[in-house]
């Protein structure tokens, strides 16, 4: 559908057109990229250290970003900018789009009454605060004083006018995460067993499994092809290679490429498990958005007494060189 076409359907605390809350960041790369035509979108993430603050995908064209998670990569805040670049119902009614500017007074009416909002004296913005979501409404400084402290609506201002909206969010809860600190998590994610701990226990190097901890699947080094994909399922891509390379494959040896769970099988001429490898999809990673994210769990207590708590060792995808 072309984008003059198109009009997404806005449902607070669940989603904006296709875009939904609790969506991984690869499944919605993978939404702006089947747009017709595509539009450019940025990618902003902190490099020094990737999980101190959220993953944003910014779409300037059509003036909305999304906000996900750091660590779980889920999308949490849907925010539109600029509400004239694309065309938005909420329910039967056009919320906003080229033609249809909304002000206080259509929003108040179209998504319908709710308790007074906050008035940001030092921004001038005036927030409607709804369940899932919010308004954002500029008040002129003239009238600052009338909404400072006050529980009062501006469905009219002193001069007749009403404001026009210059944004809103979707969320889920009631109140809005912060875009600086790493936010709050959706109830439920899209994907069934997305991020679950996949924990490896790595006590007795001679038996090393995989356990899929809420879905209770588990493979093992060692196992056979059959018994991989009749625990995991069909992969999604298969690799061979040919001769020994960098990476110390031979002759005979080959990939299964399991990229929803994050993870890639590689198998021996013999057809047996000899080295599985754990993807933590960083951003600005050269494999970035090829996997889905794996919430592994490297843990290493002891093989033949418990380590003491002080001397136990677990690594997931966000423990650090300094750890080691």
């Known amino acids: 559908?072309?984008?003059d076409d198109e009009v997404w359907e806005v449902v607070l605390g669940r989603k904006v057109g296709p875009l939904q809350l609790g969506a991984t960041l690869s499944d919605a790369i993978a939404v702006l990229k089947r747009r017709s035509p595509v539009r450019a979108f940025e990618i902003e993430y902190n490099e020094d250290d990737p999980y101190?603050?959220?993953i944003v995908i910014t779409s300037p064209e059509d003036g909305f970003k999304l906000q996900f998670h750091s660590v779980t990569q889920l999308l949490t805040v849907i925010d539109v900018f600029q509400m004239g670049n694309m065309?938005?119902?909420y329910q039967s009614?056009?919320?906003?789009?080229?033609n249809a500017t909304p002000t206080f007074q259509s929003v108040y009416e179209v998504v319908g009454p709710t308790y007074p909002g906050t008035y940001n004296?030092?921004?001038?913005?005036?927030?409607?605060?709804?369940?899932?979501?919010?308004f954002r409404f500029p008040i002129p400084k003239e009238y600052k004083k009338l909404y400072t402290n006050k529980d009062v609506l501006p469905l009219e201002l002193p001069n007749g006018s009403t404001p026009a909206a210059i944004g809103f969010s979707i969320y889920s809860g009631t109140d809005e995460p912060s875009t600086t600190t790493t936010s709050v998590l959706p109830l439920v994610p899209l994907r069934q067993h997305y991020y679950?701990?996949?924990?490896?226990?790595?006590?007795?190097?001679?038996k090393i499994s995989l356990a899929f901890s809420t879905s209770n699947r588990s493979i093992a080094l060692g196992a056979t092809p059959q018994d991989v994909i009749s625990a995991l399922g069909p992969p999604s891509s298969a690799y061979f290679k040919s001769s020994l390379d960098a990476a110390g494959c031979r002759g005979g040896e080959y990939f299964h490429n399991f990229a929803d769970l994050g993870i890639d099988v590689m198998y021996s001429a013999w057809h047996v498990v000899v080295k599985v490898i754990l993807r933590s999809n960083l951003p600005g990673h050269g494999e970035f958005n090829a996997y889905l994210k794996c919430n592994y769990e490297l843990r290493h207590f002891g093989a033949t007494a418990p380590m003491p708590p002080q001397d136990r060792i677990t690594v997931t995808p966000e423990t650090t060189v300094e750890v080691w």
């Not at 009614?93 to 080229?98: A, E, M, P, V």
């Open 196 to 206: 679950e701990p996949v924990v490896v226990d790595l006590s007795n190097m001679h």
């Open 121 to 134: 004296p030092t921004t001038t913005i005036y927030t409607l605060h709804y369940m899932g979501g919010s």
């Open 52 to 54: 101190a603050s959220d």
């Open 1 to 3: 559908m072309h984008q």
């Open 87 to 89: 065309s938005l119902r």
């Open 93 to 98: 009614s056009i919320l906003c789009g080229k």
